[in-house]
């Protein structure tokens, strides 16, 4: 089994300039939304624009975890600060979330009680907010791929662009036949997909926080390899993580028969040696325990039922 990740192939210089370049768009495009829906009084716009103002704060945060990632560990952060990034999707997701739901009652609101609305700064807006959109899709779909922070940028643009049309789309509807009701229900609509993409997403960084176990590598076939290898009598208390976004770790129990046990060097080399060519593992901690010393009733995974022999 081989195990490997799509890294952002933009060197980090690069990729900052890219993110600084849609933090601005962002703003300025967030201000213009604003002042547009408070004079044209539709919720839509305003709904665009919040969403648009969450992108912004999280292009600023996002951009401060890549910055803040690269820092090497210290006596502080033994682990290194790359988790930073995992942390600052989280908080993405969740403002996202809270942004929807928020959405989704100014909708209903407005359904009860639509006010008028013009129609042609929505539609001027709008197209101005698609293409920023679009074009801060672009410049983060290539980073994406290999870094669960600037996805959650992505998702954020995509939806953003998305939104745009459906606001635009809104604002014709309203010029061509007066459909009060079709602002609130954008705006709807517009929640209900931003909930839909962060509830879709949010379970991969809370599932890194949580130190769960990577999902595309296969446990059961890890604790295999392990076992097979020469001299290994059994292995238990694994615990399989990721320290950060792309780099997976490994600690566990390996026992070893009394024949074997001068020969635990070796043993530890050809243990990490697999680990590291068929899983990609390259951070393993392995504690030794003799045969006749071993713990009972041991779990494979965790620590549970950890009482050793008399």
């Known amino acids: 089994m081989s195990h490997a990740h799509e890294h952002d192939s933009l060197d980090p210089k690069s990729g900052d300039r890219r993110v600084s370049i849609a933090i601005w768009a962002n703003a300025l495009l967030t201000v213009g939304q604003v002042v547009g829906g408070i ?13 648009n103002f969450s ?4 292009l600023v945060i996002a951009f401060a975890a890549r910055k803040i990632a690269r820092r090497p560990a210290d006596e502080r952060m033994t682990f290194g600060y790359g988790r930073i990034e995992i942390v600052a999707a989280l908080i993405n997701y969740t403002s996202l979330i809270i942004i929807g739901l928020y959405l989704i009652y100014e909708g209903v609101m407005r359904i009860i009680d639509p006010p008028a609305v013009g129609g042609w700064t929505i539609v001027i807006l709008g197209g101005v907010a698609l293409v920023i959109d679009t074009l801060t899709a672009l410049l983060t779909y290539s980073m994406q791929k290999g870094s669960v922070n600037i996805r959650a940028l992505f998702l954020h643009n995509l939806s953003d662009a998305l939104a745009s049309v459906a606001v635009v789309a809104g604002g014709t509807l309203i010029l061509l036949y007066d459909w009060r009701l079709v602002d609130p229900l954008v705006t ?3 929640a209900v997909y931003i909930l839909y993409l962060s509830f879709r997403e949010i379970g991969g960084p809370i599932h890194m926080l949580m130190l769960g176990s990577p999902p595309e590598i296969d446990n059961a076939a890890v604790v295999e390899a392990m076992r097979s290898v020469d001299g290994v009598a059994d292995v238990h208390h694994v615990h399989l993580w990721q320290m950060q976004e792309h780099e997976t770790a490994l600690d566990c129990h390996v026992v070893v028969s009394e024949q074997n046990w001068s020969s635990i060097e070796i043993i530890k080399a050809a243990i990490k040696e697999r680990l590291n060519q068929r899983f990609g ?3 393993s ?15 494979v995974y965790g620590h549970s039922n950890s009482q050793r022999k008399a």
């Open 39 to 51: 004079l044209s009084g539709s919720l839509a716009l305003i709904a665009d624009a919040l969403h």
């Open 55 to 58: 992108d912004m704060a999280s």
């Open 188 to 190: 709807i609509g517009i």
């Open 281 to 283: 593992i390259g951070h």
């Open 285 to 299: 901690s392995l504690e030794f325990e003799h045969e006749d010393h071993v713990h009972r009733n041991a779990d």
